[in-house]
T-cell receptor, first 113, second 111 residues
């Protein structure tokens, strides 16, 4: 039982390059989330998926797209990376949306130069 | 949306002493208030949460209090130990799926 698995762990991109962050959970959770963590700013919600087949914007969605591929997998895509997207990205899942606890992955540290 | 402010940003305590972290929120509709602990280089993990119909909740050495009228909630850690050193985040939710996090408090427990 791995919980929430994110890949890759580290990534360096040049401005304008694209990439997809992968996330998978094996807890049969309905809801999945992408957060970014920046120093002094806590965690900010980028996108979430309440259930398979649905996605919605969070606080800071600009510059990102998401895909809920199936119940297990939720990917985050940066189409044209910018230095402002340098951050640590966390995927999380929860059993339901009814304010059930978030289970986080180990994070992806992304640097855009 | 929700705005959550967290204080202090850093906190240094002597081992065995208590630590208190305070958060305020802006949206009176918020009804769920979790606390997450993040050790250096690790993922955030839920340590305790409270819902708006409860004023206080305890779990061993940690407790959370909620004052809905004043729109603030606090985390109390008693008898602090070295393993309590971490960054602590409060959060508030007005929507089932949208948590707003505070900026975090770095707690250092001095031996």
């Amino acid at each position: 039982n791995a919980g929430v698995t994110q890949t890759p762990k580290f990534q360096v991109l040049k401005t304008g390059q694209s990439m997809t962050l992968q996330c998978a959970q094996d807890m049969n959770h309905n809801s999945m989330y992408w957060y970014r963590q920046d120093p002094g700013m806590g965690l900010r919600l980028i996108y979430y998926s309440a259930s398979e087949g649905t996605t919605d914007k969070g606080e800071v969605p600009n510059g990102y797209n998401v895909s809920r591929l199936n119940k297990r997998e939720f990917s985050l895509r940066l189409e044209s990376a910018a230095p402002s997207q340098t951050s640590v990205y966390f995927c999380a899942s929860s059993a339901t949306g009814d304010n059930s606890p978030l289970h986080f992955g180990n994070g992806t540290r992304l640097t855009v130069t | 949306g929700e705005n959550v402010e967290q204080h202090p940003s850093t906190l240094s305590v002597q081992e065995g002493d208590s630590a208190v972290i305070k958060c305020t929120y802006s949206d009176s509709a918020s009804n769920y208030f979790p606390w997450y602990k993040q050790e250096l280089g690790k993922r955030p993990q839920l340590i305790i949460d409270i819902r708006s119909n409860v004023g206080e909740k305890k779990d061993q050495r940690i407790a959370v209090t909620l004052n809905k009228t004043a729109k603030h909630f606090s985390l109390h850690i008693t008898e602090t130990q070295p393993e309590d050193s971490a960054v602590y985040f409060c959060a508030a939710s007005w929507n089932d799926y949208k948590l707003s996090f505070g900026a975090g408090t770095t707690v250092t427990v001095r031996a």
